[in-house]
């Protein structure tokens, strides 16, 4: 998770500056009605949400999805091992 950035006491997080695992997931969750435009004195950033709706996603949905396929990747992986040869395990 990507720390807030604050202006005018507003916190958000801009999209287009996650990682890019988080970038491709949170535009398909993502309602454009929480994307926010911020006017700062020199840009304007219209691919901004509120940091609490993204700390929502990160912790609810984007970090469930991770762990599911984890866990998927280490189950197949465990399944292609090789069992100890000949060791007995009481």
Known sequence: ????????????????????DQKTSIKNWVNMDVVIKIQTETVLMSDCILFKDYEFWFKKIHTSAV?????????????????FGGLAFD
């Open 67 to 83: 762990t599911t396929e984890e866990v998927s990747m280490i189950k197949s992986e465990f399944k292609t091992k090789k069992p």
């Open 1 to 20: 998770m990507i720390e807030a950035k604050i202006y005018r006491g507003i916190e958000y997080v801009r999209i287009s500056e996650l990682p890019e």
